[in-house]
């Protein structure tokens, strides 16, 4: 079966199968601990994961919509145990959605490899198990994952999946991308979604290598009471048409100092630059809107702040 005919089939599947499980969402975070942040470990520690529990029927096909909308469709039959055994009845599934801009920033779940920046168009985390034990997607079946997109954005023509694996350091970024192998499936572009369809479980996401000139920026921050090699400061361009964001002036991926931070940018790309950090239990935060057609300094200013505040601004950087 072809990679389009299988889409055609999942979106006539999806009219009449969605809503054929049972499910519980789990969405938002904790409150501020008392006395404010003292560490940015503690400041990710209060973002709860976009996450979704859910059973479904291995015998037939199911489909369910996640947490942060992606929408998903599981053929009949489509789990088995590691050895290739069917496995029949009720199978429970574990999804992860990061779409949002801030559940990217705030969870370190960003579209990068270890030496690129991904144009991503959003990222799941799928796990499924019987009674306790993990499964696979069997050989010859595709699970499909609709992950919607920007509203008039055109999609390229071609997309790639990627699959991720934890990072043994996860200070920065937690997951680190690679290109799946042609026989774990694919993506595609449709009208309004990005397409992931996969053999795969783990971390997913479509996206395509950054393509496009680089233009050169120092970021010039203020506002900060202490820019030494041990602020705890966190720098991010995001990308507003696309689902992508990265931290700046990093090594590896979050690594700053000094009151500058350097880093290249897609040219004629409408963005955001997003800034934040703790000290002496205060948050402080920024935000600053630009396209960059040129090599160039700019400026941003940190604010002492609620960090719910920058966290609904960020949020709203669909």
């Not at 959003?122 to 009674?131: D, E, F, L, P, S």
């Not at 935060?285 to 966290?311: C, H, N, P, Q």
């Amino acid at each position: 079966m072809s990679k389009k005919l299988y889409l055609l089939l999942a979106c006539c599947s999806a009219a009449f199968l969605f809503s054929s499980c049972k499910k519980n969402g789990e969405t938002g975070g904790l409150p501020e601990p008392a006395g404010g942040y003292t560490t940015l470990e503690a400041l990710y520690q209060t973002q709860t994961t976009p996450s979704l529990f859910v059973t479904i029927n291995n015998d037939e096909p199911s489909t369910l919509e996640g947490p942060s909308g992606v929408q998903y469709v599981f053929p009949d039959s489509v789990f088995t145990l590691a050895d290739g055994t069917p496995v029949y009845g009720t199978i429970s599934l574990q999804i992860k959605e990061f779409i949002n801009k801030k559940d990217m920033i705030f969870h370190r779940i960003l579209p990068v490899t270890d030496t690129s920046v991904l144009e991503g168009y959003g990222m799941i985390y799928i796990q499924a198990t019987k009674n306790g034990v993990p499964l696979l997607v069997k050989s010859t079946k595709k699970i499909a994952a609709y992950l919607p997109q920007v509203p008039g954005f055109t999609l390229p023509d071609e997309l790639q999946l990627f699959a991720g694996t934890l990072r043994a350091d996860s200070t920065f970024t937690r997951v680190s991308w690679k290109a799946a192998a042609e026989e774990d499936g694919g993506a595609d572009p449709l009208p309004g979604y990005a397409v992931l369809y996969t053999s795969r479980l783990g971390y997913l996401q479509a996206a395509n290598y950054q393509p496009g000139k680089k233009r050169k920026i120092s970021l010039n921050l203020s506002g900060f009471p202490s820019f030494d090699e041990t602020a705890m400061l966190r720098t991010y361009v995001v990308y507003d048409k696309l689902k992508t964001t990265y931290a700046m002036g990093q090594k590896p991926y979050g690594f700053r100092s000094g009151a500058t931070v350097t880093d290249s940018f897609v040219a004629n790309q409408p963005l955001h630059i997003v800034s934040f950090g703790i000290k002496d239990g205060f948050f402080y935060g920024g935000i600053k809107e630009a396209t960059i057609s040129s090599d160039s300094t700019l400026s941003l200013e940190l604010k002492k702040m609620e960090a719910v505040d920058l966290f609904s601004q960020v949020a709203a950087l669909k």
